[in-house]
């Protein structure tokens, strides 16, 4: 299994454009789960989905932030407009029942 | 907020020592996990414990839960430079799998 697949893997854009994460979570696994790293703020939850269904998003920030999950393998965490205080690095992780999470490697977001 | 809070902030070792990081937490659990991060890297899980169990070993790994003290302990035992990392607990106390992450030990192994 190549674990959960993240893309892009860096991405810098200009304030006010749209970007879009990609993810792709491990086979069987049916919670996927977005967080943001920051110095200031650690790992916040953001949203997450079980069996491809939004079940808790309390934690994403503003209304220009949204996320999907179409199907059982991916799902997208989308900004739109992006500012500079999104600069980041976006997790994906996903699980199975019980299980510990697999984390990608991480979308680093730079917006200038 | 049931998040994790890790202590101390950061450990500075020599390779071969032992490292001890504690986590406290603030409401009740199913289980209690830690995570390791590389530099640069996504978060790879170490170990979970349930919340009726009080220790669990996984190698040179030794996990510790006191629910009465809400409170973990992970001990690494004989430390190599390789385990230079952060180290994170995480708690899920709704059984939905939704973890809260605290705020990391930054562990330094020196050789």
């Known amino acids: 299994d190549a674990g959960v697949i993240q893309s892009p893997r860096h991405e810098v854009t200009e304030m006010g454009q749209e970007v879009t994460l990609r993810c792709k979570p491990i086979s069987g696994h049916n919670s996927l789960f977005w967080y943001r790293q920051t110095m200031m703020r650690g790992l916040e939850l953001l949203i997450y989905?079980?069996?491809?269904?939004?079940?808790?998003d309390s934690g994403m920030p503003e209304d220009r932030f949204s996320a999907k999950m179409p199907n059982a393998s991916f799902s997208t965490l989308k900004i739109q407009p992006s500012e500079p205080r999104d600069s980041a690095v976006y997790f994906c992780?996903?699980?199975?029942?019980?299980?510990?999470?697999?984390f990608g490697s991480g979308t680093r977001l730079t917006v200038v | 907020s049931q998040q994790g809070e890790e202590d101390p902030q950061a450990l500075s070792i020599q390779e071969g020592e032992n490292a001890t990081m504690n986590c406290s937490y603030k409401t009740s659990i199913n289980n209690l996990q830690w995570y390791r991060q590389n530099s640069g890297r996504g978060l790879v899980h170490l170990i979970l414990?349930?919340?009726?169990?009080r220790e669990k070993h996984s190698g040179r790994l030794r996990v510790t839960l006191d629910t009465s003290k809400k409170s973990s302990s992970l001990l690494i035992t004989a430390s190599r430079a390789a385990d230079t990392a952060s180290y994170f607990c995480a708690t899920d106390g709704s059984n939905t799998g939704k973890l809260i992450f605290g705020q990391g030990t930054t562990l330094q192994v020196k050789p």
């Open positions: 992780a996903s699980t199975g029942i019980s299980d510990g999470y697999t």
């Open positions: 414990i349930r919340s009726n169990e």
């Open positions: 989905f079980n069996n491809n269904v939004p079940i808790d």
